[in-house]
């Protein structure tokens, strides 16, 4: 509802207000548009302290790259951006706006020909509405449209396409729809899909030889929506979302591994002729940064945790017996470089 609202006004460069209580999905519409438009919709929230002429001027110079700090030089210049650029203004929170700058963003539509969608509670359709006075007879006028969003006018289609990035099947749209139409509204089904996200199929979960496809494709560069439509056809729905939770340590983890064997075979091959202490030394280094990204990762359990900690008390005790091997190795170096110059004296 917020959405089409939106979308009229941005098409018909008209003034709307869409108003409802907290948690009918107002925000997350503006949010879903400004996504399927990055470049058509310009979107400003406004706080109390923004709720001025001079605030709300601020607000709208930083999302059109305006330098300009005088209030009227900033409404000259945006009016000059905004005119014959297709695009939509979109104030969220717009109940916290007085009259006077209501009006001022009325003038702006008005001389630049855009769209303004005010989206708030029913304060601000309130005060475009008046109580009848001529003083209001003009801006409510401007009103080309208005929408009272309840939760039982919420549809099943408006769920669909807040969640359409996690591909949810039909029967968790219906619940999720069950919950908004409750006094928790778009808020509350957005929290339990949050926090449940994982009942509806994990990856970890699947049976190990699709599990290690959905690995290998990661590492081929499938995008998430590939790999959901794989997913798919072999009978498991998964979202995107679940996929990426996955993906994205799985990825990092194998780029870790990579990058210490690379780094182990070049110590290796870069150490043939120098002596053995220092290669042990640069692989206790390269062990010893591994167990603090363990120690330091919240996927990794305490236990492990607990394991890698001692792990650093045996590699602290290796390199104290590494150095007294170089402190040997020194002292023998110096005892051949001594008996070698006796003998060199000897000689000549």
Avoid: W
Wanted: aromatic fraction near 6%; include cysteine.
């Amino acid at each position: 509802m917020v959405y089409d609202l939106i979308e009229y006004c941005h098409i018909q460069g008209k003034i709307a207000v869409a108003y409802g209580d907290a948690g009918t999905g107002k925000t997350m519409a503006i949010k879903q548009y400004q996504k399927k438009h990055p470049d058509g919709a310009i979107v400003i929230t406004v706080s109390p302290c923004f709720a001025s002429i001079t605030g709300v001027n601020e607000l709208i110079a930083e999302q059109l790259k305006i330098r300009e700090k005088i209030a009227r030089k900033i409404y000259g210049e945006a009016v000059a951006k905004l005119k014959g650029s297709n695009k939509v203004l979109i104030i969220d929170e717009a109940q916290h706006l007085t009259v006077r700058v209501i009006n001022h963003l009325r003038c702006m539509s008005d001389e630049s020909g855009i769209g303004i969608a005010f989206v708030g509670n029913e304060e601000i359709y309130l005060k475009m509405k008046g109580s009848g006075q001529a003083f209001y007879a003009q801006l409510y006028s401007r009103i080309a449209n208005n929408k009272h969003v309840l939760t039982s006018q919420i549809t099943k289609e408006d769920i669909a396409l807040l969640f359409e990035d996690s591909a949810i099947e039909e029967k968790a749209i219906e619940q999720l729809l069950a919950i908004s139409r409750t006094n928790y509204g778009i808020r509350g089904a957005v929290n339990v899909f949050v926090n449940t996200a994982g009942a509806y199929g994990k990856v970890d979960k699947l049976p190990e030889a699709i599990r290690k496809e959905v690995e290998n494709r990661f590492l081929e560069g499938h995008t998430y929506e590939e790999i959901a439509a794989y997913l798919k056809e072999m009978g498991h729905n998964i979202s995107k979302t679940s996929i990426h939770r996955y993906g994205k340590p799985f990825l990092q983890k194998f780029e870790s591994v990579r990058l210490a064997k690379e780094f182990a075979q070049l110590l290796a091959e870069d150490n043939i002729d120098r002596p053995t202490t220092e290669l042990h030394e640069a692989n206790n280094a390269l062990i010893s940064q591994m167990i603090m990204e363990a120690l330091i990762s919240d996927k990794v359990e305490q236990q492990t945790k607990l394991d890698a900690a001692r792990s650093i008390a045996t590699l602290q005790r290796a390199q104290v017996q590494n150095e007294r091997l170089k402190l040997n190795a020194r002292k023998e170096a110096g005892a051949v470089h001594t008996e070698l110059k006796k003998l060199k004296e000897q000689v000549f």
